[in-house]
């Protein structure tokens, strides 16, 4: 049962276990069917190691994977306050960040820029790449132990994201999933958000949120936001560059500060890249696979890829801390 795909490729010096591979008991099982004698399991190893790959299962539909997903016991989540475009196809389940296929994702836990996220996310490969598209993976503990000491002080205070939404982002209208001010206004003010409307239509918000985590049924620190991926240095020089002359920094799409709003040098997310580097993991989709992760203890990224490829997603289990802040 918890065989581990050995083939996987392994950026981290120290052994990871990291996904758990199941595969059929018998060929041409389908993955629906077979959740009831695996559900038990799965959830174990989510608990311990964080994530499964599941290979080799049928799954004749999108339908299935969203019904395989909602087996779990909770309801899917929508996509609410995102940082990204996707496609929405129904029930829950959504098309992978709609990003230009030449350009990688950096490792993150999904929506840890908030105060409220999805405690496990699904993952179906619809169709591979022929070349790159992987997932890759890493577990958000083993980052946290890795980080330098003077960097986890510096950031337990929490992360400061700024937004500016508008022509250079993902539209307000999108993010909050309304064209109305009022709803934007509640939902900013339930959730701890700072906002502001601009002269010009344009939203800009700053949220103070974590750092670092403790999940709430193993009690184990984790490594939990996106400063990284929403800082400015994120950015292709060039784009920064032009970015910063046309805008001003405190116009950019967004950035990230600590969380006394003093601006994090470059360095240091360096750093943090280089921690979240050595410890992914990287494996090569292939038609048919689901994985699942805990979305707090497992962090996820995308490859470039060339040629055609569909993965979809979906989430579940909200948790948050919108009274820590």
């Known amino acids: 049962m ?3 795909l050995m083939r996987f490729e392994r950026k981290a010096p120290v052994a990871c276990e990291l996904p758990v591979l199941i595969r059929p008991a018998l060929a041409g099982e389908s993955l629906l069917a077979a959740l009831p004698r695996l559900r038990a399991d799965i959830e174990s190893i989510l608990a311990t190691i964080g994530g499964v790959l599941l290979r ?11 019904a395989f997903a909602a087996g779990f016991g909770h309801p899917l989540l929508s996509y609410e306050f995102g940082s990204t475009p996707r496609i929405e196809m129904g029930g829950g389940v959504y098309t992978s960040t709609e990003y230009p296929a030449h350009q990688a994702i950096p490792l993150h836990n999904e929506q840890a820029y908030t105060r409220e996220w999805p405690m496990k996310i699904w993952f179906h490969c619809v169709t591979a790449a022929r070349e790159g598209g992987e997932t890759p993976i890493a577990d958000s503990r ?3 132990r890795c980080m330098p000491e003077a960097i986890r002080a510096r950031f337990a205070p929490g992360i400061l994201y700024v937004r500016n939404y508008g022509e250079f982002d993902v539209p307000w ?11 934007v206004d509640a939902f900013c003010r339930k959730t701890g958000i700072r906002w502001a409307w601009k002269s010009d239509g344009g939203l800009r918000t700053a949220q103070l949120c974590q750092a670092i985590e403790t999940h709430p049924v193993t009690g184990e620190a984790v490594w939990f936001n996106q400063a990284h991926l929403f800082h400015v240095s994120n950015l292709q020089p060039e784009v920064r560059e032009s970015l910063e002359e046309m805008l001003g920094v405190d116009n950019l799409p967004r950035n ?3 969380a006394d709003g ?6 240091i997310l360096d750093e943090v890249r280089a921690v979240l580097d050595a410890q992914t993991v990287s494996f090569r989709w292939e038609d048919g696979d689901v994985m699942m992760l805990d979305n707090m203890l497992v962090a996820h990224a995308r490859s470039p890829f060339k040629g055609p490829r569909k993965v979809v997603v979906a989430m579940a289990a ?8």
Do not use: C, M
């Open 142 to 144: 083993a980052i946290l």
């Open 256 to 258: 990230t500060y600590f």
């Open 262 to 267: 003093s601006p994090i040098p470059d360095a």
């Open 56 to 66: 080799g299962f049928t799954v004749p539909a999108v339908e299935d994977f969203r």
């Open 318 to 325: 909200p948790h948050g801390n919108l009274g820590n802040f």
């Open 2 to 4: 918890n065989e581990v």
């Open 173 to 183: 209208q999108t993010v909050f999933n309304t064209d109305s001010r009022t709803e």
